[in-house]
């Protein structure tokens, strides 16, 4: 059974089973730092009191203002009745296996999760349904829906709207053409908010591209994520939680092209037409470069969201996602530590606290102008089969053919001609 505890910057101590009263993970409030178990005057740890509903972190259900203080103008999204993933992934504080070590120290984030992009199965997690501000992250919903419903080839004309977009943009220009996987490859590789709204765009625009990622999110079980905005910046009602992150970003990784491209260092936009100038953007993902064992991630930043990142890594055949939300520091460095942690768990073989519940098929991946549908695939396979037949009569098959069919009626001739002599001396046999 797992354990739901809280925890003090301790990493080699074991975990409890029982949830404490210590500091939030990563944080040390001094050479008296309580160890688990003990009593002190520490903040108590962020979790429903026992009359209300044990659900997905009730304490934490509406994000930080997106405003400025000023809140959200939409209600809440509704907590589930028991919390996906499991019932331990419904705390508001830390959630280890029994008797695992601490996470290390210097874990800043509000919340995070690690867990085996395989399986599935959640290794270790703090708040990991804590409704946060996505960010960046919001944008791999986003590249998901583009590589569905977007032919590659697809060319996409830029325009003023997405030379203003705020944030850190890829350098598309007014007027310039695109083709729709270079402007994808972009979104994953960097933050690229004017291909971001390219793409929206060309999905419907803002709204309809919005709607489509909540849809996806929906079919996903990602319960606390609402998408307002597909470039992630701070409005009212957008929210994520780690646990949606990261069973968001497990299945974007199971798409060829989004799981080749996080991996990429570099990318490279090729306009089409009198623009030929090429783009080239280095990824953003500081992982790639601090650690070796790194396949790929998003980062994002914001005002409400701080510092958020969903990435992942690869050690001896094992592979985990780790997702870091609301970090007051960059959030690389947490990533890392995490992930050695990570993978010091799945080592020991650690039971897991819970399961990223996601799509139980592998997503639906990118149109291609030679690509047919479902009806022209079955008619290319019957052309083909007609095709191979036919090859039996070519040039060189037709000669070939007539041989091996005159081999065959002499045999057939020699074996009746045998049954009849034999048929005739078994007749006379028996007079």
């Given at each position: 059974?797992?354990?739901?505890?809280?925890?003090?910057?301790?990493?080699v101590?074991?975990?409890?089973?029982?949830?404490?009263?210590?500091?939030?993970?990563?944080?040390?409030s001094g050479?008296?730092?309580?160890?688990?178990g003990?009593s002190?005057?520490?903040?108590?740890?962020?979790k429903?009191?026992?009359?209300?509903?044990?659900?997905?972190?009730?304490?934490k259900?509406?994000?930080?203002?997106?405003?400025e203080?000023n809140?959200?103008?939409?209600?809440?999204?509704?907590?589930?009745?028991?919390?996906v993933?499991?019932?331990?992934?419904?705390?508001?504080?830390?959630?280890?296996?029994?008797?695992?070590?601490?996470p290390?120290?210097?874990?800043?984030?509000?919340?995070w999760?690690?867990?085996?992009?395989d399986?599935g199965?959640?290794?270790?997690?703090?708040?990991?349904?804590?409704?946060?501000?996505?960010?960046?992250?919001?944008?791999?919903?986003?590249?998901?829906?583009?590589?569905k419903?977007?032919a590659?080839?697809?060319?996409?004309?830029?325009?003023?709207?997405?030379?203003?977009?705020t944030?850190?943009?890829?350098?598309?220009?007014a007027?310039?053409?695109?083709?729709?996987?270079?402007?994808?490859?972009?979104?994953?590789?960097?933050?690229?908010?004017?291909?971001?709204?390219?793409l929206?765009?060309?999905?419907?625009?803002?709204?309809?591209?919005?709607?489509?990622?909540?849809?996806?999110?929906?079919?996903?079980?990602?319960?606390?994520t609402?998408?307002v905005?597909?470039?992630?910046?701070?409005?009212?009602?957008q929210?994520?939680?780690a646990?949606?992150?990261?069973l968001?970003?497990r299945?974007?990784?199971?798409?060829?092209e989004?799981?080749?491209?996080?991996?990429?260092?570099?990318v490279q936009?090729k306009?089409?037409?009198?623009?030929?100038?090429?783009i080239?953007?280095?990824?953003?993902?500081?992982?790639?470069?601090?650690?070796?064992s790194?396949?790929?991630?998003?980062?994002?930043?914001?005002?409400?969201?701080?510092?958020?990142?969903?990435?992942?890594?690869?050690?001896?055949?094992k592979?985990?996602?780790?997702t870091?939300?609301?970090?007051?520091?960059?959030p690389?460095?947490?990533?890392?530590?995490?992930?050695?942690?990570?993978?010091?768990?799945?080592?020991?073989?650690?039971?897991?606290?819970?399961?990223?519940?996601?799509?139980?098929?592998?997503p639906?991946?990118?149109?291609t102008?030679?690509?047919?549908?479902?009806?022209e695939e079955?008619?290319?396979?019957?052309a083909?089969?007609?095709?191979?037949?036919?090859?039996?009569?070519?040039?060189?098959?037709?000669?070939?053919?007539?041989?091996?069919?005159?081999?065959?009626?002499?045999?057939?001739l020699?074996?009746?001609?045998?049954?009849?002599?034999r048929?005739?001396?078994?007749?006379?046999?028996?007079?």
């Open positions: 059974m797992a354990a739901v505890v809280t925890f003090a910057a301790a990493p101590v074991n975990a409890q089973s029982t949830t404490t009263s210590t500091p939030k993970p990563g944080t040390s050479k008296n730092t309580p160890k688990p003990s002190s005057g520490s903040k108590q740890p962020d429903p009191t026992d009359g209300e509903q044990a659900t997905s972190c009730t304490a259900a509406v994000p930080p203002p997106a405003n203080g809140g959200d103008q939409l209600p809440p999204l509704d907590l589930p009745k028991e919390p993933g499991g019932a331990e992934m419904g705390s508001c504080g830390a959630v280890l296996p029994k008797g695992a070590n601490f290390p120290d210097g874990i800043t984030a509000d919340s999760l690690i867990a085996d992009q399986t199965d959640v290794l270790a997690g703090f708040a990991p349904h804590a409704r946060q501000r996505p960010a960046g992250t919001v944008k791999v919903l986003l590249t998901m829906v583009a590589i419903e977007i590659p080839d697809q060319v996409i004309v830029g325009t003023k709207e997405d030379t203003r977009q944030g850190t943009r890829v350098g598309i220009v007027d310039g053409k695109y083709a729709a996987k270079d402007l994808i490859r972009a979104l994953i590789v960097t933050p690229a908010a004017d291909a971001a709204n390219a929206a765009r060309e999905l419907g625009g803002p709204d309809v591209a919005a709607q489509k990622m909540n849809d996806l999110a929906r079919g996903l079980n990602a319960l606390d609402r998408v905005n597909p470039n992630g910046n701070d409005v009212p009602g929210s994520t939680s646990f949606d992150t990261a968001i970003y299945e974007a990784m199971r798409i060829p989004f799981a080749e491209a996080t991996g990429s260092k570099k936009i306009p089409q037409g009198a623009r030929n100038t090429a080239t953007r280095t990824n953003d993902n500081k992982l790639l470069d601090s650690y070796k790194a396949t790929g991630g998003k980062a994002g930043t914001t005002s409400a969201a701080k510092n958020v990142f969903v990435g992942s890594a690869e050690r001896d055949g592979k985990l996602i780790v870091v939300m609301r970090s007051d520091q960059q690389f460095e947490q990533a890392e530590s995490l992930l050695e942690y990570g993978f010091t768990l799945a080592a020991a073989r650690s039971k897991s606290v819970g399961k990223l519940a996601g799509a139980s098929e592998p639906q991946t990118s149109r102008a030679d690509t047919p549908s479902s009806d079955e008619t290319s396979k019957q083909s089969s007609a095709a191979v037949h036919r090859s039996a009569f070519g040039t060189f098959g037709l000669p070939i053919t007539l041989l091996a069919g005159a081999v065959v009626l002499v045999g057939l020699m074996t009746a001609k045998r049954k009849m002599a048929a005739k001396r078994l007749r006379s046999q028996t007079r």
